[in-house]
Structures are given as structure tokens and as C-alpha cells.
Nanobody, 124 residues
Framework: QVQLVESGGGLVQAGGSLRLSCAAS????????MGWFRQAPGEEREFVAA????????YYADSVKGRFTISRDNAKNTVYLQMNSLKPEDTAIYYC?????????????????WGQGTQVTVSS
């Protein structure tokens, strides 16, 4: 089992920044990729970004490319999502997830472990 705990959400004005953190514990040696997903009210959960634990590969949704940066601190077993130039349409619950797979990282159903989510609200 892998446990994931997110933090760092909150309310911010459009154009502002937030940094989300995801602390992993348990059988983290089984994890190959860490991802961030988000879900807005009435919408399906969507891929935001993913990174390998080795840091060799990172992927982003087109909607956040150039504004969001995913990174990880292996010593702390923590993954971060730095979000800049936030827009009202970024408002959602953000979830951290972990997967043992490495070739379908944009697909939420391929992630076995999920955090509880953290709310991000961007006001206009």
C-alpha cells in the first residue's frame, strides 16, 4: 500500500500562485510515476501533470503547460505542483496519485493510489 497526503490548496486571485505538496509513504518503491489530477464540480477528473520518481520524464496537460511545474524530492518522498498564473478555470479539487505503470500516465484509471484531494479556488 502507498499512502498519499496532499496539502497547499487554498483561495487565490487570478494571476496568483500556489504550490501543492504530496507526501508519499508506505511501499513507495513500487511507484514508478506520480501524477496530479483535478476535478471541477460537474466535470470528469482530468490529468494535470505527472513525473517519474527518477525525474527523467515529466508530462503536462496542454491547459497548464508553461504555467504549472511538477517536481519531486526523493529524500522526502514528496511531489510538488507549482502553479503560476492561475486562472478561474483552474478551480478544482486537486488529487495526487501514484502508479506502477510508466506508459499511460495521463489515464486516471491506471493509478492505484490516491490522496484525499485539496481544494484550489481561483477568484476572478
Amino acid at each position: 500500500q502507498v499512502q498519499l497526503v496532499e496539502s497547499g490548496g487554498g483561495l487565490v486571485q487570478a494571476g496568483g500562485s500556489l504550490r501543492l505538496s504530496c507526501a508519499a509513504s508506505g511501499r513507495t518503491f513500487e511507484v514508478y510515476f506520480m501524477g496530479w489530477f483535478r476535478q471541477a464540480p460537474g466535470e470528469e477528473r482530468e490529468f494535470v501533470a505527472a513525473t517519474s520518481w527518477s525525474g527523467g520524464s515529466s508530462y503536462y496537460a496542454d491547459s497548464v503547460k508553461g504555467r504549472f511545474t511538477i517536481s519531486r524530492d526523493n529524500a522526502k518522498n514528496t511531489v510538488y505542483l507549482q502553479m503560476n498564473s492561475l486562472k478561474p478555470e483552474d478551480t478544482a479539487i486537486y488529487y495526487c496519485a501514484a502508479t506502477q505503470f510508466h506508459d499511460v500516465v495521463r489515464v486516471s484509471t491506471m493509478y492505484a493510489y490516491w490522496g484525499q484531494g485539496t481544494q484550489v479556488t481561483v477568484s476572478s
